[in-house]
């Protein structure tokens, strides 16, 4: 069993809907809770990062982490087409190995 | 300024063979991880270099090696190629400081090397 789960989807959903992307995981180790973007044919992008538990905001994303319950989720408001893409959840204790989930494809639709 | 770049885009081998995939770093970042990414598993970290040095190796057979130079390009290498190592193989450039990518420097991940074994 990986030690990160994440639905891999797909979820498709209209112009301007609240988006929630979820992951869970297993080591109660990891301190850094990661977003990542990849569109089709690319590298994977930063999107946000946390460190524990609690929520951060960028714009019209927010990331949130319960350590208590070892779930992470990714909620994009009033989403666009421009963010259809493979949305990955990524940890880490320390140092570079980063732990991905394998990613939920996200379809926006005009 | 340059982002990371990885040669060749596209391979395709046949089994029993080895190849060689490329990494050039953007520039001022001495670390350089690899990742394979393939529908089944998702994305899994191989190992990690920082100033010619392995800080860190994933859970892959010895088959799966790299390298790093001292301009900090890296390259990996996969001898004895089986079907099941097709994959998009990426290389992610960092600063390399202590303690991980977060909050010291993001990971850059290149477009990657996208290979099949036939």
């Known amino acids: 069993q990986k030690e990160v789960e994440q639905d891999p989807g ?8 609240i988006v929630s992307l979820n992951c869970t995981y297993s080591n109660s180790a990891f301190q850094y809770f990661m977003w990542y973007r990849q569109y ?3 590298g994977p992008e930063l999107l946000m990062y946390t460190y524990s538990s609690g929520n ?12 208590s319950s070892k779930y992470i989720s990714l909620f994009i408001r009033d989403s666009q087409p421009s963010d259809s893409a493979t949305y990955l959840c990524a940890m880490i204790v320390s140092g570079y190995a980063l732990n991905f989930g394998k990613g939920t494809s996200l379809l926006v639709t005009p | ?10 391979l395709i081998k046949t089994r029993g063979q080895q190849v060689t995939l490329s990494c050039s770093p953007i520039s001022g970042h001495r670390s350089v991880s690899w990742y394979q990414q393939t529908p089944g598993q998702g994305l899994q970290f191989l190992f990690e270099y ?6 860190n190796k994933g859970n892959f057979p010895g088959r799966f090696s ?7 390009r890296s390259e990996m290498n996969v001898s004895t190629l089986e079907l099941g190592d097709s994959a998009l193989y990426l290389c992610a450039s960092s600063l390399g400081l202590a303690g991980g990518p977060i909050p010291s420097g993001e990971l850059f991940f290149g477009e990657g090397s996208r290979l099949t074994v036939l």
């Open chain 1, 10 to 17: 797909p979820l498709s959903v209209p112009e301007g809907a």
């Open chain 1, 40 to 42: 089709s044919r690319k």
């Open chain 1, 56 to 67: 951060k905001e960028d714009g019209r994303f927010t990331a949130q982490v319960d350590k």
């Open chain 2, 1 to 10: 300024k340059a982002g990371v770049t990885q040669t060749p885009r596209y």
């Open chain 2, 50 to 55: 920082f100033s010619e040095t392995q800080r």
């Open chain 2, 66 to 72: 790299g390298r790093q130079f001292s301009n900090s």
